[in-house]
């Protein structure tokens, strides 16, 4: 059993700043990759941005420059870091995580997701 667990969503105003986390705990061996997506109302699910634990970090084009991505392996956290947000960031952001686990081999889980809301 694998839990995922995301915090740090919240209501800002344009300009402002939050800090999304997602710890992962249960039976996992380790971890190929850890992420973030989100998705707007009546729109696809779309990456933010994911950082392999070999290989380099991806960014949406839309987020560059804005967001920033980290890990913290012993914790098995992955942050997010939204500065200059915008309207158009508002969305229900998802943490993914790619995954080795006891008994099922490698797999991907989703969080419950969190709610991001920057309006005025």
């Known amino acids: 059993q694998v839990q995922l667990v995301e915090s740090g969503g919240g209501l800002v105003q344009p300009g402002g700043s939050l800090r999304l986390s997602c710890g992962a705990s249960?039976?996992?061996?380790?971890?190929?990759?850890m992420g973030w997506y989100r998705q707007a109302p009546g729109k696809q699910r779309e990456l933010v941005a994911t950082?392999?634990?070999?290989?380099?970090?991806k960014y949406a084009d839309s987020v560059k420059g804005r967001f920033t991505i980290s890990r913290d392996n012993a914790k098995r956290t992955v942050y997010l870091q939204l500065n200059s947000l915008e309207p158009e960031d508002t969305a229900v952001y998802y943490c993914?995580?790619?995954?080795?686990?006891?008994?099922?081999?490698?797999?991907?889980?989703w969080g419950q997701g969190t709610q991001v809301t920057v309006s005025s």
């Open positions: 249960g039976s996992i061996i380790s971890i190929t990759a």
């Open positions: 993914n995580v790619d995954i080795i686990v006891v008994g099922r081999g490698r797999i991907q889980q």
């Open positions: 950082m392999p634990s070999v290989g380099s970090t």
